[in-house]
C-alpha cells in the first residue's frame, strides 16, 4: 500500500528533483566547480542523488558535513576488487575511480531553494585546496 500511494506523487517527485538538481548545477557552474555530470540536450534526468568527482573525497565531505550536508560516495563495490570475484577480475580502472572518487549530494523533493543554496554555498566556498570543489584532475 505506502509504494502504490508513493506512486501518485512520483511523477511531482522526480520534476521536483530534475528543477532542484538544475538549480543546482546552475550555482555550481557559477561557482566555477569542476567534476558536475554533463546533461545531454534532450534528456530529463531525474538525480535522486547528484554525483560530483572529487580527488579527495574524505576531506570535501568533512567539509560539508561540517556545514550541515549530508553527502555520501556510492554504495556499489568494484567488483573487481572483491575477493569472490578474484577468478573473473580483470583491471577496471574507471569502475574503481568511480568508487575511489565519486560523492552524491543529496536532492530530494523536499528540499527547498535554500538548501539547495546552502548546499551550493558549502561545495563552493571549500575552494580550490586539492580535493575541493569536486576539481577532477
Do not use: K
Not at 36 to 45: M, R
Not at 48 to 54: A, D, F, G, H, S
Not at 85 to 97: D, E, K, L, M, V
Amino acid at each position: 500500500r505506502i509504494g502504490l500511494a508513493a506512486l501518485d506523487r512520483l511523477d511531482a517527485g522526480d520534476e521536483r528533483r530534475r528543477l532542484l538538481a538544475g538549480h543546482l548545477l546552475e550555482r555550481l557552474r557559477a561557482g566555477g566547480v569542476d567534476g558536475l555530470p554533463v546533461v545531454l540536450a534532450d534528456t530529463l534526468p531525474t538525480f535522486w542523488r547528484l554525483p560530483l568527482w572529487t580527488t579527495d573525497r574524505p576531506a570535501l565531505r568533512r567539509h560539508l558535513r561540517a556545514h550541515g550536508v549530508d553527502a555520501t560516495g556510492t554504495n556499489l563495490a568494484c567488483l573487481a576488487r572483491e575477493d569472490a570475484f578474484g577468478q573473473w577480475a580483470a583491471p577496471t580502472p574507471h569502475a574503481a575511480r568511480y568508487v575511489d572518487e565519486v560523492i552524491f549530494l543529496p536532492m530530494h523533493p523536499d528540499l527547498d531553494e535554500a538548501d539547495i543554496d546552502r548546499i551550493a554555498t558549502a561545495v563552493i566556498g571549500l575552494g580550490p585546496a586539492p580535493g575541493g570543489r569536486g576539481a577532477r584532475q
